[in-house]
C-alpha cells in the first residue's frame, strides 16, 4: 500500500506556469515558424472515397510560376513504402487474427477514403501552392465505396484492400467464465442492438509541420504539434535512414492533441522531412479545417450486438457482447480502440461471464484511431444501456441494479481477466465504486429528485429526467516515461521530459512536483517536454497517462536530486542531513535557518572546474529517473444528470451535472477540473451534437463547424458539480492515477437514461447515439404510432 | 484556405463605385462586411476577378426615417449598428430583437444589413423578416435605379435578381399600421447557430380583434425566404384567439412548407417546428398589436 504522503505543493490548485504567455499572445506555435526560403506545401486530395487512379498529369502544375515541385506517389519512387504499424498486434490473445493494413503516405494505384492525398505540391507559397491543385488533374475510375461495417462483411462487397480478399480487418474474442451457461440459468435475458457513431478529434489547432534539412550539418530539425515526440523523431529517422541523434524534434505550443495527433506515420510526416532534405529546403505544411475532417484521423463507429443475463433480483449472470468496428481504409494504431472497448464494458460490475468479440473493419471512411475516450466510451454507453433496461424489465430502480453489482472494495485489486491495448491483463487496482455511486447520488439529490420535484415537475407538464451511471477509465499504461531534473547554477531547476504538452499543464503539474522535492518556487522550474536534443527517451501523451508516468518518473528524478544536494549540503554545512531541509530555494538547518546555501550555489559546487569530485557520485544538482508500470491505473467515477426535454422542439437543456471521479493523489485539483470539463464537453458533443455523417458514398457530409456541431460554453451545464475521491493507486509511490478521458466518457449513457426517464409518458428505447432534436422526435413519434 | 488572386478596389462614392461595376461586369464583385464572401474566397467556392470594396463609400451608411414615414437602412449599416439604433427600436422592434441572433456579436461588428441582405442566404434572419414586414429593396446602377419588394428580390440559395453592375443601396421598411405587430422565432442547435427553421410574422388587426391582415414568412424550409399563403388564408377574418392561431399554424405546417429532409433533421421535424414556432411568434405579434 501507499503511505500518505504528506505534501506542500502537490495538491495546491498552483496557477499554471504556462498561462502569461498563452494568455498575452506570447507562445510559440507551429505556424509562427518562419524559417529563410521556407516552402509551403499543399495536398491534392481525393475526392472519391473509392477509386482505380489511372493517371495523374500534374504539368500545369509544375509549370505555374512559383511552384518548385509536384510530387505524386510515383515520384516517390523507392521511398514510398507502407506503414509502418504504430501498435503492434494484439499477439498477446489467444487465437486473435489481425491483418495489418498500415497507411500508405500517398495513394498509389487505388484510392481508399476521401480525402486521400494523390499528390504534394511545394511552392513559395501557401496561395500559389493552393492555385497549384488547381491545375492538377487526376483521371480516377471510381469504385463502389462500402461505408456500413455490416455490409462491408457480406460476401460480394467491395473490397477496401483486394489482396485481402475480405474486409475483416481484425477477428479477437476474449471470455471469462462461461457465459452461455450463465445465460442457461438466467430468469431474465435482454439482447439488443446498439450503433454509436464517429467523432472527430477536433483540436481548436489543426495538424501541422515545419521541416528543414541543414546539408552542412546532415541535420533534420522538425517543429509539430505531435503528442509522441519521442517515437516521431524515431520513424523520421528510420524512414530517411539517419540516425537518431541526426534528427531533432522540437514540439512549440499545441493548441490541443485528442489523440490524432499521436499519428507519426501521416502523409505530411512521411513524405515532407524527406522532401525538406531533397530540395534542400525547409517546409511548411499547416492543415486546414476542411482537411482535418476530411483525412487527418476520427474516432470510431461501432455497432454492437450485447445481451446481458441476471437473476430476478437483478443480480448480473453475465454480459455477452460481439461488436463491430469500422477502422476505416486503414489500421495504422492496431487494435487499440477496440481493445478498449473490451476492456471497460463491464466497468464497475462485478460480472463472472463475460464473452467479448470484435470484429474489426475495413471501410472507405477515413482511419480511425484513438480519440478521448477512445473506445471506453462505447463500452460504457452499452453496459449502461443494458443495466437500464434491465431495471426496467425487472421494475427495479436503475440506481439500486447498479448498486447491486459493483465490485466491492475488497475486491480490489481486481483481474478482469480481459486483456487491453496495452497487451497485459486489466486489473482494477484502487478504488471504492460504492462510494463514487453514493456520492453522485446524494449530490444530485436523487431521492428527493425522484420523489418530490419530478413528480411537481411533471405535473406541471414537463419532461425532466435523472440519470446516473457508472464508468471505469483505463489510464496510465505503459511502456514508460522517463524525466532529466537538473538544478541551475542560478538556482532554478529545468525538467525534460519526452511526454509532450498539448495544453493539459505540464509545464505546471510536473514542475509542482520537483518544487515539492526541491524546495523551489514553482515558477522557478522550468518545464520543456518536447526537445528531443535534450531527452529523448519516451512514449508520449495518449491514455491519460502524462501525471502518472511522465510525472512519477519526474518526480522520481527530483527525489534523487534532492538526495545529491542533501548530501553535498550536508558535508558543506558540517550538519548531518537529517538536520537539513530544502525550503526557498536554499538548502538550511532546519533550527538555524540563517546556516544554508542556496541551490544555485551548491549546483556550482557540485560540478567544479577544478579539483575532484567524490568516486561513485555523478557531477551536477542533476538525475534522470524512469518510471514503468506494471499495468494501467483505473480511474472511475460516477455521472448523475438532469435533463429537460422541450416537448415540442424536442431539444435537451441540461438542469444539473454532477460528476463524481477518483483519480488517486491530485497533484493540482484546478487542472484536474478543467480536464473533467473538457472531458465533459466532447462527452456531451458525442451524446447530442457531434456526429460526422458520410453517405453511401463514403463523402463526408459535414467537413466544416458550420454542420459540425462542436458544443461550444452555451452547450454546457451552467455549472459543473464535481466531487472528488481520492484513493491513491498502489502502482507508482504518490498514488496517481490519470484523469483526462474521465469527463468524454459516461455522457452519453447518462444523456440516454435521463431522457428515457424524463419521456416517461413513452415507451421507447434509445440505442444509437448520437442523438440530436429531430432522431428524438422521431423516436417518440414511431413509438406512439405502435 | 488561402483565397485565388484577385484585383482589389476601394472607390469612396457611390457613382464610383458603380462606375467600376459597370467596367468590370461579371468580373466584379461587391466587398461589404466580408463575413461570407471572404470565407467563400478562403474555400475557393468563390474566386471574384476584382472586389469592389464598399467600405469607404461613407454615404452607405445611415439609418433614417424618409418623408412617408418609412424606415431606410443604407446597405453599408453595421449589424451592431443597427442593433443598438434607438428609432429601429421604436418602429421595428422586431429588427431589434433579431439581430443579436444573427450570428455573433463579432462577426456583426463587421457584418452589414445591406450584405446581409443581398448575400440571399435561405436561412439568413434579415431576408425573412425583410419580406414579412413588406420591405422594399433600392437598386442601383450606372445606367438606372430600381425599387423591387423584397418578395421579388430572392430568386434561390445566395441568389437575387441583381445583375453584376448593380448594387443594393438602401432598403426600406413602410410605416407599420395601426394595431399592427411583428415577430420572429428561430429553432437553432446552438447559440448563434444555423437556424433550422425560422418564422417572422406581421399582424393587422381590426378594431374587434380579428385578423385583418397578415404576412407569414419562413426560412429553413426552402431554397428562399417562403411567403406563406394558406395559413393566412385560415387567419383572415377569424377573431385572434389562440384557437385561430393553432389552426393557422397547423395548416402552416401541413400546406404550406414542404421542407427536405438533411443531416439536422427531418421533413417531418421540421414541420414539426414550423407549426410551434408559428404559433409562437403569432401568439407574440397578436399580443403586441392588442397593445
Ligand atoms: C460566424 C458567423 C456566423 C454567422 N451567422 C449568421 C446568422 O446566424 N444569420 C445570418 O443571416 N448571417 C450569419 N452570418 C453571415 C453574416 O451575417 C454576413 O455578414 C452576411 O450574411 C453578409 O454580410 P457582409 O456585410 O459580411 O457581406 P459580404 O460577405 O461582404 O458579402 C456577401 C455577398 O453579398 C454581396 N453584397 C454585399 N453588399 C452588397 C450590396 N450592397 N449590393 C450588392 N451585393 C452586395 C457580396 O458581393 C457577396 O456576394 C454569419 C457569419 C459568420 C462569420
Not at chain 1, 531533397?278 to 482537411?291: A, C, F, G, H, S
Not at chain 1, 420523489?451 to 411537481?456: A, D, F, L, S, Y
Not at chain 1, 460528476?659 to 458533443?685: K, L, S, Y
Request: aromatic share 8%; with cysteine; charged share 25%.
Amino acid at each position: 500500500m501507499t503511505t500518505e504522503v504528506k505534501t506542500k505543493v502537490i495538491g495546491k490548485s498552483v496557477w499554471r506556469n504556462e498561462d502569461p504567455r498563452l494568455l498575452t499572445g506570447m507562445a510559440q506555435f507551429v505556424d509562427d515558424i518562419e524559417l529563410p526560403g521556407m516552402l509551403h506545401a499543399a495536398f491534392y486530395r481525393s475526392d472519391y472515397a473509392h477509386a482505380r487512379i489511372k493517371s495523374i498529369d500534374v504539368s500545369a502544375a509544375r509549370a505555374r510560376p512559383g511552384v518548385v515541385a509536384v510530387y505524386t506517389a510515383e515520384d516517390f519512387g523507392d521511398y514510398w513504402h507502407v506503414g509502418p504499424l504504430q501498435v503492434p498486434p494484439p499477439l498477446a490473445i489467444k487465437g486473435a487474427q489481425f491483418n495489418a493494413r498500415p497507411l500508405v503516405p500517398i495513394a498509389k494505384d487505388k484510392v481508399r477514403y476521401s480525402g486521400e492525398p494523390l499528390a504534394v505540391v511545394l511552392a513559395e507559397s501557401r496561395y500559389i501552392a493552393e492555385d497549384a491543385l488547381a491545375d492538377i488533374y487526376a483521371d480516377l475510375e471510381p469504385l463502389p465505396a462500402v461505408t456500413d461495417m455490416e455490409k462491408a462483411l457480406e460476401p460480394g462487397a467491395p473490397l477496401v484492400h483486394d489482396d485481402l480478399g475480405t474486409n475483416l480487418a481484425a477477428d479477437v474474442y476474449q471470455q471469462v467464465g462461461d457465459y452461455e451457461a450463465a445465460k442457461a440459468k438466467a430468469d431474465v435475458v435482454i439482447a439488443r442492438r446498439f450503433f454509436k457513431d464517429r467523432c472527430a478529434g477536433g483540436a481548436m489547432e489543426n495538424r501541422g509541420i515545419v521541416c528543414a534539412w541543414d546539408e552542412k550539418a546532415q541535420k533534420m530539425t522538425v517543429w509539430c504539434g505531435t503528442q509522441a515526440p519521442i517515437p516521431m523523431r524515431n520513424a523520421i529517422a528510420k524512414n530517411l535512414g539517419l540516425s537518431e541523434d541526426q534528427v531533432r524534434l522540437v514540439i512549440p505550443f499545441i493548441g490541443g492533441g485528442f489523440g490524432p495527433k499521436v499519428m507519426t506515420s501521416m502523409p505530411d510526416d512521411v513524405l515532407l522531412p524527406w522532401l525538406s532534405r531533397k530540395l534542400n529546403r525547409p517546409i511548411k505544411w499547416i492543415e486546414d479545417r476542411r482537411e482535418n475532417f476530411l483525412a487527418t484521423t476520427s474516432e470510431r463507429d461501432q455497432i454492437h450486438y450485447a445481451e446481458i443475463a441476471l437473476t430476478k433480483d437483478g443480480k448480473i449472470l453475465g454480459v455477452k457482447d460481439v461488436f463491430y468496428h469500422n477502422t476505416g481504409a486503414y489500421d495504422p494504431y492496431g487494435m487499440t480502440v477496440p481493445l478498449n472497448t473490451q476492456t471497460h464494458t463491464l466497468g464497475q460490475y462485478d460480472v463472472p461471464n463475460f464473452y467479448t468479440q470484435i470484429k474489426m473493419v475495413f471501410t472507405n471512411k477515413m482511419v480511425v484511431t484513438p480519440v478521448r475516450g477512445a473506445g471506453r466510451n462505447y463500452g460504457v454507453f452499452v453496459m449502461e444501456r443494458l443495466m437500464d433496461l434491465a431495471a426496467k424489465e425487472l421494475k427495479m430502480d436503475p440506481v439500486e441494479i447498479r448498486m447491486k453489482n459493483l465490485i466491492q472494495p475488497h475486491q480490489l485489486p481486481y483481474k478482469t481477466g480481459i486483456i487491453g491495448q496495452d497487451f497485459v491483463e486489466n486489473v482494477l487496482d484502487s478504488g471504492d465504486y460504492p462510494a463514487s455511486l453514493k456520492k453522485a447520488v446524494e449530490m444530485i439529490g436523487y431521492e428527493k429528485f425522484v420523489k418530490e420535484e419530478q413528480p411537481r415537475l411533471r405535473a406541471e407538464g414537463k419532461w425532466v429526467g435523472i440519470g446516473v451511471v457508472n464508468f471505469v477509465e483505463g489510464t496510465a499504461v505503459g511502456p514508460y516515461e522517463g524525466a532529466r531534473v537538473t538544478v541551475g547554477n542560478n538556482g532554478k531547476v529545468v525538467v525534460l521530459t519526452g511526454c509532450s504538452t498539448q495544453g493539459q499543464a505540464h509545464f505546471t503539474t510536473f514542475a509542482q512536483l520537483v518544487a515539492e522535492q526541491l524546495g523551489v518556487d514553482v515558477k522557478d522550474v522550468h518545464v520543456t517536454t518536447g526537445d528531443t536534443d535534450q531527452f529523448h527517451w519516451g512514449a508520449g501523451t495518449f491514455a491519460s497517462r502524462g501525471i502518472t508516468v511522465a510525472g512519477s518518473a519526474v518526480y522520481a528524478a527530483a527525489t534523487k536530486v534532492r538526495a545529491k544536494a542533501l548530501s553535498l549540503a550536508s558535508k558543506l554545512l558540517e550538519t548531518p542531513e537529517e538536520e537539513l531541509e530544502l525550503a526557498d530555494g536554499v538548502v538550511r538547518v532546519a533550527d538555524l535557518p540563517s546556516k544554508f546555501i542556496p541551490l544555485g550555489e551548491l549546483a556550482m559546487k557540485a560540478n567544479p572546474t577544478r579539483g575532484t569530485i567524490e568516486p561513485g557520485v555523478e557531477p551536477g544538482l542533476e538525475a534522470t529517473a524512469y518510471y514503468a508500470p506494471p499495468h494501467g491505473a483505473t480511474g472511475y467515477g460516477t455521472n448523475a444528470i438532469i435533463l429537460e426535454v422541450d416537448k415540442e422542439t424536442f431539444d435537451v437543456k441540461i438542469r444539473r451535472f454532477v460528476f463524481v471521479h477518483d483519480c488517486g493523489t491530485v497533484v493540482n485539483p484546478m487542472v484536474a477540473e478543467a480536464q473533467i470539463h473538457g472531458g465533459v464537453q466532447m462527452g456531451i458533443g458525442t451524446a447530442f451534437f457531434e456526429q460526422l455523417v458520410y453517405d453511401d458514398n463514403g463523402q463526408l457530409l459535414n467537413a466544416s463547424f458550420q454542420d459540425y456541431l462542436m458544443p461550444k460554453a452555451t452547450d454546457m451545464p451552467m455549472k459543473m458539480e464535481l466531487g472528488h475521491l481520492s484513493v491513491p493507486s498502489p502502482l507508482n509511490p504518490l498514488g496517481l492515477k490519470g484523469l483526462g478521458e474521465a469527463g468524454a466518457i459516461p455522457p452519453p449513457a447518462a444523456y440516454a437514461q435521463a431522457i428515457e426517464n424524463a419521456i416517461h409518458d413513452v415507451d421507447f428505447e434509445i440505442l444509437d447515439m448520437p442523438l440530436n432534436p429531430s432522431r428524438l422526435y422521431e423516436l417518440v413519434k414511431a413509438a406512439r404510432k405502435k | 484556405m488561402k483565397p485565388a488572386a484577385f484585383e482589389y478596389y476601394a472607390p469612396v462614392s457611390v457613382e464610383e463605385a458603380l462606375d467600376l461595376l459597370d467596367q468590370l461586369g461579371y468580373d466584379g464583385k461587391i466587398l461589404a462586411g466580408g463575413q461570407s464572401l471572404i470565407p467563400a474566397m478562403n474555400f475557393r467556392m468563390a474566386q471574384p476577378h476584382a472586389l469592389v470594396d464598399l467600405n469607404r463609400v461613407k454615404e452607405l451608411f445611415y439609418i433614417k426615417s424618409a418623408p412617408d414615414g418609412s424606415l431606410l437602412i443604407g446597405a453599408m449599416t453595421r449589424d451592431v449598428t443597427v442593433e443598438f439604433d434607438k428609432m429601429v427600436a421604436e418602429r421595428l422592434p422586431v429588427v431589434t430583437e433579431t439581430m443579436p441572433l444573427v450570428g455573433y456579436y463579432q462577426n456583426r461588428t463587421r457584418g452589414t444589413y445591406g450584405g446581409n441582405l443581398a448575400h440571399a442566404d435561405p436561412t439568413g434572419q434579415l431576408p425573412t423578416i425583410s419580406v414579412a414586414l413588406g420591405a422594399r429593396a433600392h437598386i442601383r446602377s450606372k445606367t438606372g435605379e430600381r425599387w423591387v419588394e423584397m418578395d421579388d428580390f430572392y430568386l434561390g440559395p445566395f441568389t437575387t435578381i441583381l445583375e453584376p453592375q448593380e448594387m443594393l443601396v438602401e432598403v426600406a421598411y413602410p410605416a407599420l399600421p395601426p394595431r399592427s405587430a411583428a415577430s420572429f422565432k428561430e429553432f437553432t442547435r446552438q447559440v448563434g447557430a444555423t437556424p433550422m427553421v425560422g418564422v417572422a410574422v406581421l399582424v393587422t388587426l381590426d378594431d374587434k380583434n380579428r385578423f385583418k391582415n397578415a404576412k407569414i414568412a419562413y426560412l429553413g424550409v426552402g431554397e428562399k425566404p417562403y411567403a406563406a399563403t394558406e395559413c393566412v388564408k385560415v387567419l383572415l377574418g377569424q377573431e385572434a384567439t389562440a384557437e385561430a392561431i393553432r389552426a393557422a399554424a397547423e395548416t402552416a405546417a401541413q400546406k404550406d412548407v414542404d421542407p427536405g429532409t438533411d443531416i439536422h433533421g427531418t421533413a417531418d421535424y421540421r414541420r414539426n417546428l414550423v407549426n410551434v414556432l408559428t404559433r409562437k411568434a403569432l401568439t407574440q405579434a397578436v399580443q403586441s398589436a392588442k397593445k
